[in-house]
């Protein structure tokens, strides 16, 4: 793989003083994300289009120490790669976030997070499902044109593991395509990808999925069923 552009090219793709241009956000994000036990270990990560560019870290290091230099810069929908970072190989999630980018999103998380992981080992089928729990209002609803209600029930799909990430792709493009208003799939014994139509509509509906994938781990052990009906209120 070789980039079309000069190096001085390629380094005016991720060098700005824009806090908020995807090279400088990608580093604040995974060191918060961090923070959160989401991407320790160099695992999970996140990827954020711009117009034609999609901007990815490296694979294998600590996300939590990205600089805006290490990014590389993928041209949408061409796939070609215009900035390659020497002696560094792109994220091995690059295969599931173009499936997330293929469906019209701004950017993808990927997170390790305990509790999206603990929530794949409760449920055991193909799916994990939340009702009546306000947090659920966090998450798009696509066929509505709007959110998911209080009421309504969340599923999201659950695909299996593999010994590669990027061998996820396929399953994780049915489990899109089976579930045309899911905004997540979760990996199961791995992690979760959360999708939204621009970086911070993705990080807000990352928490909005962590926070019912933690409040489902809490119900289970209490016995209460996360899918279930809401009790009468007792006199
Ligand atoms: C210890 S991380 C194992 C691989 C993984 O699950 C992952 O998310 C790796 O992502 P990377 O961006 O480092 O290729
Ligand atoms: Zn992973």
């Known amino acids: 793989m070789s980039s079309p552009l000069s190096e001085e090219e390629q380094n005016q793709l991720v060098y700005s003083d824009d806090p908020h241009h995807p090279a400088n956000l990608i580093c604040e994000l995974c060191r918060n994300f961090y923070t959160l036990g989401w991407v320790t270990g160099t695992g999970g990560g996140i990827s954020i289009r711009k117009e034609d560019h999609i901007y990815i870290a490296p694979s294998g290091v600590q996300k939590e120490r990205l600089a805006p230099e290490n990014m590389?810069?993928?041209?949408?929908?061409?796939?070609?790669?215009?900035?390659?970072?020497?002696?560094?190989?792109?994220?091995?999630?690059?295969?599931?976030?173009?499936?997330?980018?293929?469906?019209?999103?701004?950017?993808?998380?990927?997170?390790?997070?305990?509790?999206?992981?603990?929530?794949?080992?409760?449920?055991?089928?193909?799916?994990?499902?939340i009702a009546n729990t306000e947090m659920i209002k966090g998450i798009p609803c696509p066929s509505r044109k709007g959110y998911f209600g209080y009421h309504d029930t969340l599923e999201i799909p659950i695909i299996e593991n593999t010994a590669h990430e990027e061998d996820l792709r396929d399953s994780l493009a049915q489990a899109i395509a089976d579930y045309p208003d899911t905004s997540a799939v979760l990996v199961r014994r791995h992690g979760v990808y959360v999708w939204g139509d621009t970086v911070w509509k993705a990080k807000t509906q990352a928490e909005c999925y962590d926070y019912l994938f933690q409040l489902a781990v809490e119900m289970t052990k209490l016995g209460l069923d996360p899918a279930g009906p809401i009790e009468p209120v007792q006199d």
């Open 72 to 129: 590389f810069v993928m041209e949408y929908p061409s796939l070609n790669y215009l900035r390659l970072p020497e002696s560094l190989k792109p994220s091995a999630c690059t295969p599931l976030f173009l499936a997330a980018y293929d469906k019209g999103a701004g950017a993808c998380i990927h997170t390790h997070s305990q509790w999206a992981v603990l929530v794949t080992l409760i449920n055991k089928g193909k799916t994990f499902k």
